[in-house]
Every structure is written in structure tokens, then in C-alpha cells.
């Protein structure tokens, strides 16, 4: 049960990560950066709240300042369920290596100092886990 909720924890996460490598190559100035991602962040709460596997549901992408944050759910899982630990050291590379590897994440995070967030809340709406990458994390 526990490798199972992992795995489908772990597909959930690339989903989010793969949803953003959509955006083209940005050439904007700040401003016009600033509206795409705003619009690109309205653009996909029109479609949610979306559940992306049998766990998993996004709730809500903010954009905020230079920051990317996904706002997730795990309905069916209590705060007291989560392994905490096990799914930190499995997913934070993982996620550093997405974000730092998808031209447009790369691009916004290395050149024009955004970060990602994703942060996962239990069925009481109790935080569980949050990760964060930004262009320190990419490296040069």
C-alpha cells in the first residue's frame, strides 16, 4: 500500500512538472514575463480543481512575485499516514532535475530568478510537504 501511494505520489509530481514545459521559449521583458505567467497560471486554474491520478488533485496554481506555487491535495490521506521523510528524499532531486533540465522552467528560474513550489495538503487540509527549486538549485 505504502510503495503504491509512493509511486503514484512520485507520477503526480512529474504531471505538475511536465505541465509547465508547455510555455514557449521566453524572450520578454520583465513585464511581459510577469503577464505570461500570470496568464499562463489562469489559464490552467480554468481547468482545475483536477484530480491527475487517483490521489493526487490540484487545487490552484499563484503566481506570486517570482514564484510558481502549486496548491495540491491528497483528499484520501491523513496527516498522521504521511512518510514525510521517504517521499522528501525520493522526490527533491527528482524535482531539482525537472525544473533544471525543462527549457522553460530552466529558463525562468536561471534567468529570471523564479522558483517552483509545490506544497501538498492532507484531506483536513493540514500541510504535509512542500518542495521548492530555484536557479541556485539548477547550478550555472
Known sequence: MRKKMIIRFCA???????????????KYSEKELHQFVVSFANDMNKQLPMFI????????????KKTFIYMCSLPYINYDEFNYSEIKVLKEKE???????????????KQHGYSFVWVY???TGKELIRFSVDGKKCGK
Open 53 to 64: 491520478d487517483k490521489e493526487t488533485r490540484v487545487d490552484s496554481v499563484i503566481p506570486y
Open 12 to 26: 503526480a509530481i512529474i504531471t505538475i512538472v511536465w505541465s509547465v514545459s508547455d510555455a514557449k521559449e521566453i
Open 95 to 109: 524535482l531539482v532535475n525537472n525544473v533544471c533540465t525543462n527549457k522553460s522552467m530552466s529558463m525562468l528560474a
Open 121 to 123: 495538503y492532507d484531506k
